[in-house]
């Protein structure tokens, strides 16, 4: 198990930005791919574990080794008998949960681990044959700022980048597209051109304003380019 003095302190800049149409937009494009059992690595206080579990279609399995994210995200037990806490890394547990997951999502998590192709293979293990890994990350590296750095970003996606992680540590890949293309100029300007540190107040009406739009008209046509990325992939087959 981790040490309990680890602590994270990057969740809580990145929980001020929790933007819930945001977040209810992502659910919405990886719901067909969750299953039953979902694994969310990196749930952190809990913020999307509360929209899975509103859902009430998933079990949920949280794992968060912040010894000051956690306590938050065990609360939420209390009141959902649907989900389940684990304190730490998915290395701490992959062992003893062999092919137990119908999916295993990391949401604004992968970016943040300095060996993801090592956590892959792990969440390779914990994966039912016929189960779904499903990343959503920030995209392009020349986005990359001062907050990304605070927030404890190792990097910024780009297609081939994650495709080819994802890949090495033996998936194949369903989809791949980029996501919230409206978003790339105002996080260019206020977190690179304006070197922000922190999450501007705006954040609220981009969510209420843009993002109903722009969820429509991503989900007819994808777009060229985007903020993020949302990839859906499924184990390769051995051998």
Not at 6 to 19: H, I, N, P, R, T
Not at 105 to 120: M, R, S, T
Not at 150 to 171: P, Q, S, T
């Amino acid at each position: 198990m981790p040490d309990d003095g680890f602590q994270y302190y990057g969740k809580d800049l990145e929980a001020l930005s929790f933007a819930p149409r945001y977040h209810h937009w992502i659910l919405y494009e990886i719901a067909p791919y969750l299953g039953h059992a979902v694994a969310e690595i990196g749930a952190g206080t809990g913020n999307f574990t509360r929209l899975l579990l509103a859902d009430g279609s998933y079990h949920v399995s949280a794992f968060e080794p912040s010894a000051n994210m956690f306590p938050v995200l065990d609360q939420l037990r209390e009141d959902n008998p649907q989900l389940e806490t684990a304190k730490g890394f998915l290395s701490d547990f992959a062992e003893s949960m062999t092919q137990r997951f119908d999916s295993v999502i990391y949401i604004n998590v992968l970016e943040h681990i300095e060996d993801d192709v090592g956590d892959l293979r792990l969440a390779r293990g914990i994966l039912k044959p016929e189960g779904r890994l499903v990343i959503f990350v920030p995209a392009h590296q020349w986005l990359y700022g001062r907050l990304d750095e605070l927030v404890g970003h190792c990097r910024r996606y780009d297609r081939n980048g994650l495709r080819g992680v994802v890949e090495a540590a033996g998936f194949r890949v369903n989809s791949l597209h980029w996501f919230d293309i409206a978003g790339i100029i105002p996080w260019y300007i206020v977190f690179r051109l304006l070197k922000r540190e922190t999450i501007p107040s705006s954040v609220g009406l981009y969510d209420n304003l843009v993002v109903p739009l722009m969820s429509r008209l991503e989900g007819f046509v994808r777009p060229p380019i985007g903020k993020n990325l949302l990839l859906v992939a499924e184990p390769a087959e051995s051998g």
